[in-house]
DNA sequence: GTCTATACTGAGATAGAC
DNA sequence: GTCTATCTCAGTATAGAC
């Protein structure tokens, strides 16, 4: 059994993501990818709960620092400037990713079956966003709102970043957040249309 | 091989729903499924592209509302504000289908896999949404952020109407309205952080 | 309508780290 | 001794090819 340096779980992503880029998703099986990883399919099941999970290790990683960036931003920010505080701060440790993360994003736009468990990894982020907020005492229904809309916004940037190569991320994410302020100016929303519950 | 009233397709989508709640999801083949429909297997497949799609099948008729809606929406409007008045007019229609869409709330909520499926619903439908606002001249940038922003505010407003019996979802949606108007007014976002592209 | 590849699961064994 | 990582074997059900 071979054992080289790096763990069995690095190998086995860094082969996982050869392989889909390379041939396809579709057209990669778990036990190719096993074999080039120099472990049994089932060793790969040990690792990740299923064939789409091996691309997203490195979430848990993020997560904790938009975590973290919650925790430690200004206390005179609203809600919503808060996060996106916080996502202007891990700004460079997406920087540095950006090589893994652009094959990952061609990936995830060519298959439906990755889009979605990148959805659904958002919208856990989301989660993990709202709880940070409500730990700095804002109200449940705002938190979920503002980690929502907050996330949208970086999602965008984020997007236009790794399709454009010339400019850093903190340009788009800058311009995104005129969007917003652009739209919540201009948008004349319906106000008091219901007596307070 | 029983050929009862209604068509296969709704025969497949009642049997799916019943034996998902009653079992849960995973303890439910799609061989059981086509049974109980009086079907085979394969056509469960022919009508339905996975186990999960069956559950998501009147998504397209209030897709196609909603588009309906935006297009109708007084020229005055902002691209926000559009997309929430498009939802407040198809109201009615998510009120006629709550017995449906209850059950399979709680399917959503208690499997990860349907969960997924769900929030590529969700996108799709933001997709939609982003070109509908095209169609009436707001630039691609700013048609997407405000499709997602009205979709998570629909959304929450969704959720605490299904979790919470006694009022009516126009309440929800207009308290959400509230807690986004809160959020941009109160939020002191960065302006002006970057040179006009 | 039939056949089949393969994604995924379960139980149990082995081997090394501590 | 326990714990963790790995392998072996055998099976089921999904989904796609023919």
């Known amino acids: ?10 190998r086995l992503q860094q082969a996982a ?14 036990a190719e990818i096993a074999a080039r990883a120099g472990v049994t399919e089932r060793t790969f099941y040990r690792h990740f709960a299923d064939k789409r ?37 891990i700004t460079p440790l997406l920087e540095d990713n950006r090589p893994l993360s652009e094959p990952l994003h061609q990936l995830t736009t060519a298959t439906p079956a990755l889009r979605e468990r990148e959805l659904a990894k958002t919208a856990s982020l989301a989660c993990t966003m709202t709880a940070a907020l409500g730990r700095r005492g804002v109200d449940d229904r705002c938190a979920s709102l503002a980690a929502q809309t ?45 007596t307070s519950a």
């Open 1 to 10: 059994m071979p054992r080289d340096g790096r763990p069995a779980r690095l």
């Open 17 to 30: 993501l050869d392989l889909y880029t390379e041939r396809g998703f579709d057209q990669v099986t778990t």
């Open 53 to 89: 999970e091996v691309l997203f290790g490195q979430e848990d990683f993020l997560r904790d620092a938009l975590e973290r960036a919650v925790a430690e931003a200004p206390g005179t920010l609203g809600p919503l400037a808060t996060v996106l505080w916080a996502f202007r701060r």
């Open 150 to 194: 907050a996330l949208a916004v970086a999602g965008q940037a984020t997007h236009l970043w790794i399709e454009q190569t010339a400019r850093p991320l903190d340009h788009f994410l800058a311009q995104a957040i005129d969007d917003l302020n652009s739209l919540c100016e201009t948008d004349d929303l319906p106000k008091d249309t219901h």
